[in-house]
Structures are given as C-alpha cells and as structure tokens.
C-alpha cells in the first residue's frame, strides 16, 4: 500500500460541465476526508465518512457537491455544472479512527482548473 | 464551529536561526493539535502533533507547545536548515469526533 492515491491529477473543465474525483485511501483505513485547497490558503473542510457513512458536509459546501464512499473503501467526490469559484485542488486525506485520531494522510489532490 | 488562526503568514530566517509559528484556536473542547508541512507542488505531511493532556512535546529538531488556557499552540523549529523552507499548517479537532480546522498557513523561508 503506497498510501492515499487520487484520481485524476489534473482536471481542466468547461464551466458548467460535470466532474468526478477518485480517492483511494490507505486500505485499512475506516475514516475518508475531502478537503478543498485554493492558493495560499490552508485546506479547507468538505465533507468525510467513517466507512460507508457520511458523517458531516461543510455548510458551506454548495448543493452542486455530492460524495459518496458506497463500499467504504475508495471514495468520489462529484461537482455538478462546475463555475470558476471552483477551480482548486481537492484533497482526500484517510485515517483510522479507534477512541483517538490518528494520524491523517493526505493524497496528492486533484488541481481542478474550470475554463 | 471551530476557528484556528495561524501567524506569521509569512516568516524569513536565516539558517542555523529558530522559527516560530502561533495558532489559536476557537473551541475550547477541541484536544488534538497536529502541524502538517507542505513543500510546493507536494501533499501536507504531518511532523509533530500534541493532544491537550501535555503542555509541550518534541521530536528532535521541532517542538511544539500549547496553552489550554489561552488556546493556542505554537510550532517550534530550531537550527533551521534551508529543506525547512515549505508552508507549515496547523490544525485542531475533537480527537475521534470532528475533522481537522486548518489555519491559513505559514510560508517559512530558511535562507542559506
């Protein structure tokens, strides 16, 4: 296991089209995070799952987010009808959770760039 | 929801010299505190992490220490050498309950 990988590198989209983001976590992980990260800023929270369930979304995550962990190993992370305001990287980032954190390992995130 | 501001966001040293990087944070239950480095074009790694039953901790070169009182930790990185040079990020959660709250980030620059 070579750690958390995501899926693809690099997106460059049209706005308003639809995109969709793979995250494969260290595989004995339970808990998933998704992350946002713009440009000189720190990674700010979207949304994670403990196995197959989402536990919490940002409420500042827009209804045009959707993500889902349907087996509670890889994980997608969908936008809908894409604008500008999106372009960032998107990071996934696993840890196993027992009564503590442990420590989370991110991925190397996914730079989207909407045209 | 919780809030961690981080400081400086930028800070230049020289080599040889020590750094320090101050967060605050919002939410008193929080008691999980983790420092991530992140050199350009790479993911965040974890480097030290401190949980709220220990005033200080240290691991080599870095520490780090927090006041549960005040709320806030700070990173500490001495005899700083120019592979330091990267943005530092802290964090704070509720251990096992809620994710990880980042700050803003630090861009710490170590000239030779």
């Known amino acids: 296991d070579t750690g958390v990988s995501q899926d693809p590198r690099h997106k460059i989209t049209k706005r308003g089209q639809n995109v969709t983001f793979r995250c494969d976590p260290i595989?004995?992980?339970?808990?998933l995070y998704w992350y946002r990260q713009t440009l000189g800023q720190g990674p700010e929270f979207l949304t994670y799952?403990?196995?197959?369930?989402?536990?919490?979304k940002s409420r500042l995550l827009s209804d045009r987010f959707s993500a889902e962990r349907p087996k509670g190993s890889f994980s997608t992370l969908e936008i809908q009808r894409t604008e500008q305001g999106d372009s960032a990287m998107y990071l996934c980032a696993s840890s196993l959770k027992t009564y503590v954190d442990t420590e989370a390992f991110f991925g190397q995130g996914t730079r989207l760039t909407v045209v | 929801g919780e809030n961690v501001e981080q400081h400086p966001s930028t800070l230049s040293v020289q080599e040889g010299d020590s750094a320090v990087i101050k967060c605050t944070y919002s939410d008193s239950a929080s008691n999980y505190f983790p420092w991530y480095k992140q050199e350009l074009g790479k993911r965040p790694q974890l480097i030290i992490d401190?949980?709220?039953?220990?005033g200080e901790k240290k691991d080599q070169r870095i520490a780090v220490t927090l006041n549960k009182t005040a709320k806030h930790f700070s990173l500490h990185i001495t005899e700083t050498q120019p592979e330091d040079s990267a943005v530092y990020f802290c964090a704070a959660s509720i251990s096992g309950n809620t994710p990880l709250v980042f700050g803003k980030g630090t861009r710490l620059s170590v000239i030779a």
């Open positions: 799952f403990q196995n197959e369930a989402q536990l919490e």
């Open positions: 595989s004995e992980h339970n808990r």
């Open positions: 401190i949980r709220s039953n220990v």
